[in-house]
């Protein structure tokens, strides 16, 4: 009441009314195009805990029996929506959840597919012909109990309409063309069963974020899809008869099997328009560059196939509890350890220098470049925020002044052109910060949810601080940092390249060829991040085997790069070192000279990178 009795026309609660709202509206017509068979009534973008496995399968199969044994547990029988009458059981259990899939270029977002489908239930093999035969079946008797159960709606008395009703009531969503033809079945749950079985996250806050960034993320799906296909299409067009040899095919069937039932329908489509089949071929070395892999794991090796049940499941989340102590262990360090960033800014400035960019230039634009960051960020929240205004009170034209105002602002930022051409990349997204959430594989285990539950309440936030958590002011600053120190760097270098005579002389297409030039110096010299390593690699530094992989073999690149263009630079750099004392430099990971074998970590250092209290070290209480 407080709220609303303060501004009727602009309050939280309106705003919030209005978010959902407008999302709705928009979302309709930019998603589904105004297309009402393909908008499901009441549905938002869910979030749900990520290391929760599912599995449905009939209740009195193999499958079920095997999952049982391997700790998962039957939450619910479904409907009896199975083949010959046969009911479906909702397994759960904390195991890691499927492994990890590794996005590049391509993006796997859907724009449609929730749920489950039958065919997903009954055919679990890329060459299921039995299974598909059986799920033809399944769909026509759906579709005979689905018309008896309209006519008994004419027919019958609401009381026989309930009975032999399911406890748990799981509705089949038919999926239906433009024509209103149904031509495959969804197993969706309800709200209930979503909170109660898979701990939906139902924070207002956190869901119409979600919301928002998921609207985002099917928009730009589209258009980079798009590009990635037909870019793809049009290399095996030109050079697949010269060559053939050279690719490969991604369809339903063969090696590349899991890569095509993760492409989003749309892309299928978009592949069969081009080619005339549901298949694309790709050079064998774009693969994972360019479409993704899916992450190795013990799960998928051959002998951990022919382990007992109750062994596969115990291994499945040992290995996902390690990697998270692996990777929070390198957060501890990367983030939470001032002298990385220390010694990241003087490497960085060390770079800078050799590239005969002057002190005063490197202090200047790093200045620049920080109140820069700062103003573009805090204006694209100002305008997100009078947007929402403006729906909330469109006829408001001090609004409309003030957007057009920051678009204007935002415009004439000078950091703007590197931020919207993707560089704004740093370290810390070899860490990949953004898996850490509540619902860890280990709080979900025996002995986590017992700590939990044995912390005090007002403890809590004594040990936020001490850990310095995600939610902490220490660690966002912290993180802050870190992210801007490359970027720093890679303005400054752009500065330096964009403001001399040669590059302000250039008009038209080579001025554009000259940037993109200098947009792919700058990304290379400070280790480009975005493009993923090798998948044997990826699964040791996930490991712990060596981490921070990325960074050390990347560095070569840079190293031997800056030894063939300034060879003197380097050499005098080298020099002055050697004799004045050892800085922080890109060329101590160098192969032949540094450590190698102290790359290599063991269990018990990992552990204790892991649990050492980094807020308290860093205020001097350990």
Do not use: C
């Not at 109990?145 to 399911?166: C, H, P, V, W, Y």
């Not at 509705?171 to 709200?191: D, F, K, M, T």
């Not at 403890?459 to 802050?480: E, G, R, S, Y």
């Amino acid at each position: 009441k407080q709220e609303l009795a303060g501004n009727p026309m602009e309050n939280g609660v309106k705003a919030l009314l209005t978010l959902a709202s407008s999302h709705k509206k928009y979302s309709a017509t930019v998603l589904f195009r105004d297309e009402d068979y393909n908008i499901i009534k009441g549905f938002a973008n869910e979030i749900l805990d990520p290391n929760l496995d599912i599995q449905i399968v009939p209740i009195r199969s193999q499958e079920a029996k095997d999952f049982k044994a391997m700790g998962y547990t039957l939450a619910f029988e479904m409907d009896s929506i199975g083949i010959e009458g046969e009911r479906l059981g909702f397994y759960t259990a904390y195991t890691g959840a499927a492994t990890t899939f590794q996005r590049t270029t391509f993006s796997t977002t859907s724009e449609q597919s929730k749920g489950t489908t039958l065919t997903q239930v009954y055919v679990k093999d890329t060459n299921g012909i039995v299974g598909r035969k059986m799920v033809r079946n399944a769909q026509n008797k759906i579709y005979r109990e689905a018309m008896q159960q309209m006519n008994k709606q004419f027919t019958s008395e609401i009381g026989d309409l309930r009975k032999n009703r399911s406890k748990e009531k799981s509705p089949l969503i038919p999926l239906v063309n433009s024509q209103g033809e149904a031509y495959e079945y969804r197993v969706i749950l309800s709200h209930a069963q979503k909170e109660k079985h898979l701990n939906q996250d139902k924070r207002v806050d956190e869901v119409l974020g979600s919301m928002y960034a998921s609207m985002s993320d099917k928009l730009e799906t589209r258009k980079i899809n798009y590009r990635v296909i037909t870019d793809l299409y049009d290399d095996y067009s030109r050079n697949f008869e010269d060559e053939p040899e050279a690719f490969v095919r991604i369809g339903q069937n063969g090696r590349y099997g899991d890569l095509w039932a993760v492409m989003p329908e749309q892309s299928k489509q978009l592949v069969k328009e081009l080619t005339g089949k549901r298949e694309l071929y790709v050079r064998a070395e774009l693969v994972d560059l360019v479409m993704g892999y899916r992450k190795l794991s013990i799960k998928d090796s051959e002998r951990f196939q022919k382990l007992p049940p109750l062994v596969k499941g115990v291994l499945g989340v040992t290995e996902k509890i390690w990697q998270e102590i692996v990777a929070y262990g390198a957060v501890q360090i990367v983030i939470k350890t001032p002298k990385v960033l220390i010694d990241n800014v003087i490497s960085n400035t060390i770079m800078l220098l050799r590239d005969n960019v002057s002190p005063k230039m490197i202090l200047d634009k790093h200045l620049e470049g920080i109140a820069g960051l700062n103003d573009y960020y805090s204006t694209v929240q100002e305008i997100h925020d009078l947007n929402i205004k403006l729906q909330q009170n469109p006829k408001n034209g001090a609004n409309q002044s003030q957007i057009a105002k920051a678009h204007e602002r935002l415009r004439l930022n000078p950091v703007r052109p590197l931020i919207e051409a993707g560089i704004f990349q740093s370290i810390t997204e070899e860490i990949n910060v953004s898996k850490f959430t509540d619902n860890s594989a280990f709080n979900n285990t025996r002995i986590g949810k017992a700590a939990v539950k044995l912390t005090p309440t007002f403890m809590i936030p004594v040990l936020k601080q001490a850990f310095m958590t995600k939610d902490t002011w220490l660690f966002n600053t912290m993180m802050k940092a870190t992210q801007y120190s490359d970027f720093l760097a890679r303005y400054t270098k752009y500065s330096f390249l964009t403001e001399t005579s040669e590059f302000q002389a250039l008009e038209g297409p080579a001025r554009e060829a000259a940037l993109q030039e200098i947009f792919a110096d700058i990304v290379e010299d400070y280790v480009n991040y975005d493009v993923p390593q090798n998948k044997k690699m990826q699964y040791v530094n996930d490991m712990g085997g060596m981490r921070f992989t990325k960074y050390f073999l990347r560095t070569q690149r840079v190293i031997t790069k800056k030894w063939q263009q300034q060879p003197v630079n380097m050499a005098i750099s080298w020099g002055l070192q050697s004799t004045f004392g050892d800085v922080p430099d890109i060329t101590d990971s160098f192969i032949f000279t540094s450590d190698i074998m102290g790359k290599v970590n063991g269990p018990v250092g990992l552990v204790g990178d892991a649990i050492i209290p980094k807020g308290a070290e860093l205020v001097g209480l350990i």
